[in-house]
Every structure is written in C-alpha cells, then in structure tokens.
C-alpha cells in the first residue's frame, strides 16, 4: 500500500473517533440527561472536568487527522516534506489520545460522584463513593445501588468512560502506525505520481 493511500486510511477512523470522544466528553456533563448537575457545585466527576476526551482525544486528534488526510491529497501535502510534518503532528495526536486515556482510566477507577449511602454511611451526602475502591466497584454491581441520584449515574459513566478509554486506544494506535508511515513517506516518498 503507498503511503499516501495509508494516510487516508487512518485519517478517516480518526476522524469518526475524535467525534466520537468529543460527544462522549460532552454527554459526561450532563448525568441523567439533565443540566443541573453541571450547574450544582460538586455534583460533578471530577475527571469530567479534565475535559480528556474533548480536548486530549478529540481537538488533539482532529488537528493531526486533517493534516494526515492532506498528505494524501494529491498536489498538496503528498510530498516528503508533508508526511515528515505528519510525524510531527501524529506525535501531537499521540500525547492527546494519552491525556484521554488516562483520564478515562481515571474516571472508570474512582467511579462517579453521586448522592450517596450504604450501610456504613447511613446519611446520604454528595461524593465520590467508589474513589478508594480502585476500580473493583466495576465488578460488584450490588454497590452500584449505593449511587441514589443521578439516577443511573454508575452505569452512564462506566459506559461513557469505557467508551472514551477504547477510542483512545484506538486513535494511539492509529498515529502511532502514521508516525512509522510518515517516516516512510520521508524517506521513500508518497507514491502518489505514478513513474
């Protein structure tokens, strides 16, 4: 496959994953599908507020993704020059898709913030119940019952942040292979001009 045809192979998913992490960082704000939450003070996961999916494995990934797809334009980054840019801006697109998945690893180990009781804590206050947990909460459902308002709230962020963390994964992978295409790209050329 040539360089430049490769390109566009990874900017297109890249594209579709950097959308997907925005809308998913954005969901995560509004809880049960409500505004006040984000309003309220402290009724917020913390993680949320790092904004890793909007800015690390969106905004990150979405500048590189165009750059990329341009290197397989023909009569416009399709040169030597262009893909050894693109390993610059795959790097960048890295250090996002990392910022993402850790702030999802983040936000799936301390579990979300919650009006809460148990048995231990018999009086319901606002927190993060599962923080000191690490993680073993995903597990055991039966505390999921522990999270009172928003209603649902354990199973929203579990499925949002898993998702995040596997579009993360996904976009590291995708400019990490670009880096070595654009590396390729510099030395061997785009192929894009046929001889």
Known sequence: MCTGACSKFIAIPLYILALVSMICNIILFFPDFDTKYAAAEGQLTEEVKYMGGFIGGGVMVLIPAIHIHLTSAKNCCANRCGMFLSIGFAAAGVLGAVYSLSTASLGLANGPTCFWSNLQNPIPKWGAPFANSSGSYLSDKATWDWCK???????????????????????LALCLIQMVNGLFGCICGTCGQKE
């Open 149 to 171: 308002v928003p209603e649902n709230v354990v199973e929203f962020n579990v499925g949002l942040f898993s998702t995040l963390l596997v579009a993360a994964c996904l976009e």
